[in-house]
């Protein structure tokens, strides 16, 4: 099941910095002055934010320097134009182009996920596991923690719950032995994927960087990533710089980015260590793991939402023959009480309602909807309204008068207010739907109601 606590995804960096182009972008006319006045303001942002001074320098010259060219100032829109280049800037510091795993043509690959103590690197092996599976394919886990106690445990209680193969061997307390029986076993069985959870550690520990060291070689590892706990800010960015100078990371995932994190890692870590985000964990649930796009995240941050991501959200729990339905009805002016209900439904099934509309583009219709608070009750409550109608009333809700409205109420065990409310959202969901292009509808967001 999703997780339903609140994706903030940077959200206090994110604010303050709308703000500042926000203003920008209303002027007709761009001074230097002007200019290099906002530019401190995003700076002082940065660097509150716990991201790295010399990468904030290097940020602010290279927007400074795009900025001031002819084009931008004698634009008519010169605002527009540089929160363009703050975008494109952004994606650039984030590692521009999105970083796949590299899987090798001859099986098992090994993935050895590594990181400091507390940084939650079991459960996001447990995550990775389980992204692995949904695209089909065959993981087998290990634990080469002996140190923690019931870390060996641990994995095999997340690999029960998510329906992942796990090695297991009780008396086997070398770590760098079971990690090669591991491989061995994954290598007999046909397994595409072995997942080689380690111990945490301090990287100054030097027997146990050495055990590392040892455990990659002995499996051949492809993949070696860092976890990196994203609320620890600059000292996930000196970790990173320093397991790679051992190891020569393939890459990181942060995790936690469901918390209250500053953004000083996310937007530190690719230009300091020069390895590129893979994953962030973006919640408890095991399914709560999800790709790092670097252009996804700049649009997230400066308000530009997330469209894509929310697409595949919705290709992920619904059927083209569904959308392709419910685009028709929209059309036909035939969206009903009961296509109401469905698209709740599926909207639920998407993940936490507050994380669907923060991935919105927080301009026009959508404003502000990332800021309103959800309670997943109140859909229970909707959905129980709905089921104390009857089949005429949910095709035709002009029919439902007071005295209709009082007995659906009553049967559904809710005030005639929320049944009033329910209606008007719906109304109000229609109206939405027949303002929404053509084109925008056939990408998929008629199947989110945004009441």
Known sequence: ?????????????????????????????????????????????????????????????????????????????????????????????????TAELTLSSKSPTVILVVGLQGSGKTTTSGKLAVWLKDKAYQTLMVSTDVYRPAAIEQLSVIAGATEISVFEDPELVDPVERARKAWQRARNMGFDVLLVDTAGRLHSDEELMQELEAIRDAVEAREILLVADSMTGQDAVNSAQQFDQRLNLSGVILSKMDADARGGAALSIREVSGKPIKFVGTGEAYDALEVFHPARMAGRILGMGDVLRLVEK????????????????????????????????????????????????????????????????????????????????????????????????????????????????????????????????????????LS
């Open 314 to 449: 919705a290709e992920e729990t619904d059927s083209a023959d569904q959308a392709e339905r419910m685009l028709r009805k929209i059309q036909r002016d035939e969206f009903t009480l009961d296509d109401f209900l469905e698209q709740m439904v599926q909207l639920r099934k998407m993940g936490p309602l507050e994380q669907i509309l923060g991935m919105l583009p927080q301009t026009g219709m959508f404003k502000g909807l990332d800021k309103v608070q959800v309670d997943e009750k109140e859909l229970d409550h909707l959905q129980a309204i709905i089921f104390s109608m009857t089949a005429a009333e949910r095709v035709d809700y002009k029919i439902i008068k007071a005295s209709r409205r009082r007995r659906i109420a009553r049967g559904s065990g809710r005030p005639v207010s929320e049944v009033n409310r329910l209606l008007k959202q719906y109304l109000q969901a229609r109206k939405m739907m027949k303002q929404v292009k053509k084109g925008f509808l056939g990408k998929g967001l008629p199947r989110f109601n």
């Open 1 to 97: 099941m999703p997780s339903d606590r609140r994706v903030i995804m940077l959200d206090s960096l994110s604010s303050k910095i709308q703000k500042i182009l926000r203003d920008l972008k209303g002027e007709g006319r761009i001074s230097e002055r002007h200019l290099e006045e906002s530019l401190r303001q995003v700076r002082i942002v940065l660097l509150e934010a716990d991201v790295n001074f010399k990468v904030v320098k290097n940020f602010i010259s290279r927007v400074k320097t795009r900025s001031l060219g002819a084009e931008v100032l004698s634009s008519l829109t010169p605002g527009q134009h540089i929160v363009g280049i703050v975008r494109d800037e952004l994606t650039d510091l984030l590692g521009g182009e």
